[in-house]
T-cell receptor
Framework: SQKIEQNSEALNIQEGKTATLTCNYTNYSPAYLQWYRQDPGRGPVFLLLIRENEKEKRKERLKVTFDTTLKQSLFHITASQPADSATYLCALYTGGFKTIFGAGTRLFVKA | GAVVSQHPSRVICKSGTSVKIECRSLDFQATTMFWYRQFPKQSLMLMATSNEGSKATYEQGVEKDKFLINHASLTLSTLTVTSAHPEDSSFYIC???????????FGPGTRLTVL
C-alpha cells in the first residue's frame, strides 16, 4: 500500500531563511499531491496542490516541487517568518476520492 | 471561499452517552465529506467517506454502528459517537469536497473527551 514519509524531526530555522520540507512516497505516483498547514488544536488548512504533470507550483512565498522519478515532493517557504511555525502535512490522492496524509513535519521559525 | 465549520469545538461527556458532531460547508456544496480522527502528534486517520444521500463507506477497523454518519444534504454531515468510552477521546475533524474540486477543505475540529 502507498506510504508517505515526512521527516518526523522538527525543523528549526532562523527568520528570513528558506525552509525546505520533504515528502517521500513509496509506491505509484499519485495523480496529484497536496500540502496543508496545521496549527495545534486546529484542522488542516489547504496550501497548494500540484499535479503529476507539473514540476513546480508557486503561491506567494510558497513553492512546491513534484519529482515522480524520485517519488518526492519538496515544500519551500522563502523569507520565513515566526508566523510560519506550524506542522506541514503532505497528502497524496490515492483514487476513489481518498487521500492519505503524512504525519507532518513541525517547523519552528525563530526570530 | 471554501469554508467548513464544525460544532461543537469541544465536548466533554460521560462514558456511555452519545455525542453528535456537525460539519457544514458554508459557501459550497459538498458532494463528498470525510471524517477523520487524530491522536496527538499522529497523522490524520480516515474513518469514513460519505456522499450526499448515500450510506457512508467506513474504513477497515472503524465500527459503523458506533460511529454513525449521516450526510443528508449537500452542506451538512453529522458524526454521532454512540455509547462513548474513554478510548473514543480524540480530535475529530471533518473535511468536505465539492464535485468540481480535487481539494478537501477541513473544519476546525472537535475535541472529544469522554470521562
Amino acid at each position: 500500500s502507498q506510504k508517505i514519509e515526512q521527516n518526523s524531526e522538527a525543523l528549526n530555522i532562523q527568520e528570513g531563511k528558506t525552509a525546505t520540507l520533504t515528502c517521500n512516497y513509496t509506491n505509484y505516483s499519485p495523480a496529484y499531491l497536496q500540502w496543508y498547514r496545521q496549527d495545534p488544536g486546529r484542522g488542516p488548512v489547504f496550501l497548494l496542490l500540484i499535479r503529476e504533470n507539473e514540476k513546480e507550483k508557486r503561491k506567494e512565498r510558497l513553492k512546491v516541487t513534484f519529482d515522480t522519478t524520485l517519488k518526492q515532493s519538496l515544500f519551500h517557504i522563502t523569507a520565513s517568518q515566526p508566523a510560519d511555525s506550524a506542522t506541514y502535512l503532505c497528502a497524496l490522492y490515492t483514487g476513489g476520492f481518498k487521500t492519505i496524509f503524512g504525519a507532518g513535519t513541525r517547523l519552528f521559525v525563530k526570530a | 471561499g471554501a469554508v467548513v465549520s464544525q460544532h461543537p469545538s469541544r465536548v466533554i461527556c460521560k462514558s456511555g452517552t452519545s455525542v453528535k458532531i456537525e460539519c457544514r460547508s458554508l459557501d459550497f456544496q459538498a458532494t463528498t465529506m470525510f471524517w477523520y480522527r487524530q491522536f496527538p502528534k499522529q497523522s490524520l486517520m480516515l474513518m469514513a467517506t460519505s456522499n450526499e444521500g448515500s450510506k457512508a463507506t467506513y474504513e477497515q477497523g472503524v465500527e459503523k454502528d458506533k460511529f454513525l454518519i449521516n450526510h443528508a444534504s449537500l452542506t451538512l454531515s453529522t458524526l454521532t459517537v454512540t455509547s462513548a468510552h474513554p478510548e473514543d477521546s480524540s480530535f475529530y475533524i471533518c473535511s468536505a469536497r465539492a464535485e468540481s474540486s480535487d481539494t478537501q477543505y477541513f473544519g476546525p475540529g472537535t475535541r472529544l473527551t469522554v470521562l
